[in-house]
């Protein structure tokens, strides 16, 4: 089983950054997906989450209207567009994967696959 998290780096405040999160080893298709991320000093939280068919999706409340999770079924694939990022979007970004429970509430426990994170770095 594995979740190999891409696509970090460092960019400007104000611009965008694309993560990919590559799955491999189970039943993709049956999973939710969710990205979390985690700051210097803080613990770690839930960002934006889908259900299975991509028809549920969730974003915390601070990446709202600036963050767009999608899924490929097909490739097996997860992704977390970010567009205005500002410094305190700064963070290891972390996706996983889980088969039932309460993925929706970003509830850790309930996701069985995790990455191995990403950094990303916004900063002038």
């Known amino acids: 089983v594995q979740l190999q998290a891409s696509g970090g780096g460092l960019v400007q405040p104000g611009g965008s950054l694309t993560l990919s999160c590559a799955a491999s080893?189970?039943?993709?298709?049956?999973?939710?997906v969710g990205w979390f991320r985690q700051a210097p000093g803080k613990k770690r939280e839930g960002v934006s989450c889908?259900?299975?068919?991509?028809?549920?999706?969730f974003y915390a409340d601070s990446v709202k209207g600036r963050f767009t999770i999608s899924r490929d079924n097909a490739k097996k694939m997860v992704y977390l567009q970010m567009n205005s990022l500002q410094p305190n979007d700064t963070a290891v970004y972390y996706c996983?994967?889980?088969?039932?429970?309460?993925?929706?509430?970003?509830?850790?426990?309930?996701?069985?696959?995790w990455g191995q994170g990403t950094l990303v770095t916004v900063s002038s």
């Open positions: 996983a994967a889980a088969n039932g429970g309460a993925w929706y509430n970003f509830r850790e426990d309930a996701y069985d696959y």
């Open positions: 080893g189970f039943t993709f298709e049956f999973h939710a």
């Open positions: 889908a259900g299975v068919s991509d028809r549920n999706i």
